[in-house]
């Protein structure tokens, strides 16, 4: 069983068992808490073959015998799963469907079910930390998001969600090549984005109603301005200068970010510069420091940004430098 590093923050996960213990406990360092249940147990062969990186992990399992998985609440994930071959049963409440190559399947935490894998099942496996999922959509909504997102577990292959498991496939490949672009923190930070958006958007759950109507509501001058912030994060940005990009009165400025984003304006740019000097910060590599990070991304004023960032996150900013290289190896 090993998870040997692949690059400062991949992991690449490689591991075969044979004992229903050793597979449930390696499992739930994946994903979660849950119970494995082998009718024939001299028959398991688990595999699961993969990378993990940052808030995501995209891999192949396959368990060669019939098992049964039986699920109170991941916790802190988010497993979707997509059978290559063979098919696999989820019955959740009253409710009950077939999970083949055209329709995947997701639990989310604080939901319970019960999932049957066939003894020919081989599925492509994505696990999202719930902690993203959470942050990105409240990003979306412009409001924290106290509550767990429950998506519908069943998951067909139509439309967009076709798209995001193109998506997958890809990623998976980037993440399997040596020397990708995946290991540049800013660049795996875009496709981690856009991966937990589209699938916030492409599959139901119980914010999917304030989400599109959020969506279908703002005014396109706002999105502008947002990808206007984004691209100037390390750069310093006033309210003039978006009132000018805008084309709208402050007083409008004002109204339309509040109503959308539950900040100011220039509040929203600074909520997104923490959010991108956290994710430098964690993907740092071992010659990086707190102040040359914190500098990069705009802050130049040390002893305030330190104690900002205590206060929004709850810890020093020294506590996340490098957590994703020191803490990407999964623990039993």
């Not at 993990?52 to 049964?68: D, K």
């Not at 509040?258 to 740019?269: D, L, S």
């Amino acid at each position: 069983m090993t998870l040997v590093p692949q690059a400062s923050t991949r992991q690449q996960i490689a591991t075969l068992i044979h004992t229903p213990e050793d597979a449930c406990r390696w499992m739930r360092g994946i994903n979660g808490p849950h119970r494995l249940e082998v009718p024939r147990p001299r028959d398991l062969a688990f595999r699961h073959e993969g990378t993990a990186l940052g808030n995501v992990s995209i891999g192949i399992i396959e368990y060669s015998t019939r098992v049964t998985i039986k699920v109170d609440d991941l916790a802190q994930s988010y497993s979707i799963s997509l059978p290559l071959s063979g098919d696999q049963h989820i019955e959740y409440g009253r409710r009950e469907f077939a999970s083949d190559a055209r329709v995947g399947a997701i639990i989310s935490p604080h939901q319970p079910l019960h999932l049957n894998i066939g003894e020919d099942c081989r599925k492509q496996l994505v696990r999202l930390s719930r902690e993203a999922v959470h942050h990105r959509l409240g990003q979306l909504l412009g409001r924290k998001v106290t509550s767990p997102v429950i998506f519908d577990p069943r998951m067909p292959l139509e439309g967009h969600l076709g798209d995001w498991w193109k998506t997958v496939a890809h990623l998976q490949e980037l993440l399997g090549a040596e020397g990708s672009l995946c290991d540049l923190p800013e660049v795996w930070g875009n496709f981690e984005n856009s991966l937990i958006t589209s699938l916030l958007y492409a599959q139901p759950h119980n914010y999917s109603g304030e989400l599109l109507g959020r969506q279908q509501a703002r005014p396109g001058y706002l999105d502008q301005l947002v990808a206007m912030m984004r691209e100037s994060l390390d750069q310093p940005l006033t309210l003039d200068d978006l009132e000018r990009a805008s084309g709208v009165s402050r007083e409008r400025l004002y109204q339309d970010f509040h109503a959308h984003f539950g900040a100011a304006p220039i509040a929203h740019f600074r909520n997104l510069r923490f959010d991108w000097v956290k994710r430098r910060l964690e993907h740092a590599g071992p010659r990086e420091s707190v102040s040359s990070i914190a500098m990069d991304c705009g802050f130049l004023q040390l002893g305030r940004f330190s104690r900002d960032y205590q206060k929004r996150f709850g810890e020093r900013p020294s506590q996340a430098l490098g957590r994703h290289r020191q803490d990407g190896i999964v623990r039993h």
